[in-house]
């Protein structure tokens, strides 16, 4: 059993995100950050609580092992935090203050008179509309505004958590960003460790599946949103020539089964194929000047590809290949603090793929420090969003920093 406790504080100065702004009024972000080890679920949620505790609590954020028992846990949390803003969900691991972690109960809290959170969750993801991702996303800028300032990219950002499992992320995204102008979005599909069994989403006291949470969270301090991927593009590419969107199934690419030319750019015989070789080289396409990686789940027997992300026929990708994944999250975070300063807080959600891959190669301490050294709270995922995009194998998130 482990109990970590942060209590972090920023003083106020003008903001250059913020310039016409009347969140531009001195306050003070507080954020306190906390971990529960303990397999108990009330005892972790009463650790959490304990960590995180403040008064006038704006916003409590965590994410949780799928190896608690829910039911015990979304009552312990009710308990506790009672009618606080609390959203969270199920992962495929934790990052957490102390380092990666998995089986553990982590997050975060946060205070101060220039934050404003508004969310709504979106049910039935199976028949999901974009009708709905519209009036979602139009009723919380209406919310946020009679709460605070016009929600605008400078002091407002958005914030997407769904179930991992519902194959729908494409269409969610892409039709709440439809609605939100400039406003950047990150986000990232809840795990189930590696079962992939079913994925939770926490809201309003209960855990849901088949859902979607997205939130508008508004701030007077500095904050960039952010992607990164530790792969560029190599000289291989290829058209898709036959694809189930719907199911994310890849049957032929340049005319012969997906499979065996997949196997061939790479290398390799098709029965050579495994989940490491997709992870080392996985896909990636050109969307707007900047490149977006798809990864393969897995061969079927048929030759046929299945993907994490939807694939569409028609559609040029590239073969990607590696590159040092601690320099470029050092690149990242040097990137921030030129940007806002040291990041006094750091909301991540980074791949599953990317998490296997620190044990491959034995960088988990090392990614963890760099994590730990600037402030990130956040998750495993079984995929990420940024902006309108879907992806993989990326790390995505917002920093925040402290007025200077």
């Given at each position: 059993m482990a109990l970590i406790m942060s209590n972090l504080q920023s003083n106020h100065a003008p903001n250059t995100h913020l310039e016409d702004s009347s969140l531009?009024?001195?306050?003070?972000?507080?954020?306190?950050?906390?971990?529960?080890?303990?397999d108990d679920p009330a005892v972790a949620a009463a650790e959490l609580f304990d960590a995180l505790q403040q008064p006038d609590m704006e916003l409590v954020l965590f994410y949780c092992s799928p190896k608690y028992d829910l039911t015990k846990l979304a009552a312990a949390l009710k308990l506790h935090f009672g009618d606080t803003h609390v959203?969270?969900?199920?992962?495929?691991?934790?990052?957490?203050?102390?380092?990666?972690?998995?089986?553990?109960?982590?997050?975060?809290?946060?205070?101060?008179?220039?934050?404003?959170?508004?969310?709504?969750?979106?049910?039935?993801?199976?028949n999901f509309e974009f009708v709905e991702g519209e009036r979602t996303t139009n009723a919380l800028i209406s919310t946020l505004q009679r709460k605070a300032d016009v929600p605008s990219a400078q002091n407002t950002f958005g914030?997407?958590?769904?179930?991992?499992?519902?194959?729908?992320?494409?269409?969610?995204?892409?039709?709440?960003?439809?609605?939100?102008g400039d406003i950047q979005i990150f986000g990232g599909s809840a795990g189930d460790g590696v079962s992939f069994d079913a994925t939770y989403l926490?809201?309003?006291?209960?855990?849901?599946t088949n859902c979607a949470v997205f939130s508008l969270i508004q701030t007077s301090?500095?904050?960039?949103?952010?992607?990164?991927?530790?792969?560029?593009?190599?000289?291989?590419?290829?058209?898709?020539?036959?694809?189930?969107?719907?199911?994310?199934?890849?049957?032929?690419?340049?005319?012969?089964?997906?499979?065996?030319?997949?196997?061939?750019?790479?290398?390799?015989?098709?029965?050579?194929?495994?989940p490491l070789i997709f992870a080392t080289y996985p896909v990636i396409v050109k969307v707007g000047g900047d490149f977006y990686v798809r990864s393969i789940q897995k061969v079927n027997e048929d030759e046929s590809l299945n993907f994490f992300c939807a694939i569409d026929e028609?559609?040029?990708?590239?073969?990607?290949?590696g590159v040092d994944l601690i320099e470029n999250l050092q690149s990242l975070f040097q990137d921030i603090r030129q940007r806002i300063?040291?990041?006094?807080?750091?909301?991540?959600?980074?791949?599953?793929?990317?998490?296997?891959e620190l044990d491959q190669k034995d960088i988990r301490e090392s990614v963890a420090q760099i994590m730990a050294d600037n402030s990130v709270i956040g998750f495993a995922t079984y995929g990420e969003q940024y902006n309108a995009m879907h992806v993989n194998q990326t790390f995505t998130g917002v920093a925040i920093g402290s007025k200077k």
């Open positions: 531009e009024a001195q306050s003070e972000l507080q954020i306190r950050k906390g971990v529960s080890c303990t959203i969270g969900c199920t992962t495929a691991g934790e990052i957490t203050p102390i380092g990666y972690l998995e089986g553990s109960l982590t997050g975060v809290s946060i205070c101060t008179d220039g934050f404003r959170v508004v969310t709504r969750r979106i049910d039935n993801l199976d914030f997407l958590l769904i179930d991992g499992l519902s194959g729908r992320e494409e269409a969610v995204v892409s039709a709440i960003y439809r609605q939100v926490y809201h309003e006291g209960e855990f849901h301090q500095p904050f960039t949103v952010f992607k990164t991927q530790h792969f560029v593009a190599s000289e291989e590419k290829f058209v898709v020539t036959e694809a189930d969107p719907e199911k994310r199934i890849v049957t032929e690419i340049n005319g012969v089964s997906a499979g065996r030319e997949y196997a061939r750019m790479v290398g390799l015989e098709v029965n050579k194929l495994t028609g559609l040029v990708l590239t073969v990607a290949r300063g040291a990041p006094v807080l750091v909301l991540g959600c980074d791949c599953i793929l990317r998490n296997l």
